[in-house]
């Protein structure tokens, strides 16, 4: 069974650091692309970034990049989110979600509240 | 960046109903194209990708079709378990992007 359980969501203050951790089990991780998708409260999904399988091609949504980074252990079977500067916008619930190439992002975990407020 | 248009955005139906959701795309992405439902409080679940293959699990009354820039999702007989929120979702190119998504409603 394919399961992702993400963790290090918290509140913040604006201009702080956070990072988010992803562990990853029930599939072989080190073959898949594995994306970061929030949610702000009462909005829709926004993807934010994805890294692939040896962790090389990297993207970012354009309002996030510079500020975060995306990365992955494949010895761990995990996957991170290093958030710097952060801005009262990045309040969100952060999923992290696996890759079904070029085709979907056919599993999520269950998410991590990150607010960010003074 | 490709911009998805989902329409309509709040949609009001009935147990048994037939529901469409339309999801335009600024470009064309050949098929790939997702479409996920989301319950309150919940993470989404894949429904259809590839714009019509049904994911494993996923009742045969939602179907997907469309290629290019415009797609559907279908739910051909409403039940109580299916309100919620449907996003669709572009694969073609990053950055990857997401409709608005569509509420159904009672």
């Known amino acids: 069974e394919v399961q992702l359980v993400e963790s290090g969501g918290g509140l913040v203050n604006p201009g702080e650091s956070l990072r988010l951790s992803c562990a990853a089990s029930?599939?072989?991780?080190?073959?898949?692309?594995m994306n970061w998708v929030r949610q702000a409260p009462g909005r829709g999904l926004e993807w934010v970034a994805a890294?692939?399988?040896?962790?090389?091609?990297?993207f970012y949504v354009d309002s996030v990049r510079g500020r975060f980074t995306i990365s992955r252990d494949n010895a761990k079977n995990s996957l991170y989110l290093q958030m710097n500067s952060l801005r009262v916008e990045d309040t969100a619930v952060y999923y992290c979600a696996k890759d079904l190439p070029f085709a979907a992002t056919d599993y999520w975990g269950q998410g991590t509240l990150v607010t960010v407020s003074s | 960046d490709i911009q998805l248009t989902q329409s309509p955005s709040f949609l009001s139906a009935s147990v048994g109903d037939r529901v469409t959701i339309t999801c335009r795309a600024s470009q064309g992405l050949s098929s790939f194209l997702a479409w996920y439902q989301q319950k309150p409080g919940k993470a989404p679940t894949l429904l259809i990708y590839?714009?019509?293959n049904l994911q494993s699990g996923v009742p045969s009354r939602f179907s997907g079709s469309g290629s290019g820039t415009e797609f559907t999702l279908t739910i051909s007989s409403l039940q109580p378990e299916d309100f919620a929120t449907y996003y669709c979702q572009q694969l073609h190119s990053y950055p990857l992007s997401f409709g608005g998504g569509t509420k159904v409603e009672i």
């Open positions: 029930g599939f072989s991780f080190s073959s898949n692309t």
């Open positions: 590839s714009a019509f």
């Open positions: 890294i692939g399988s040896s962790g090389i091609d990297i």
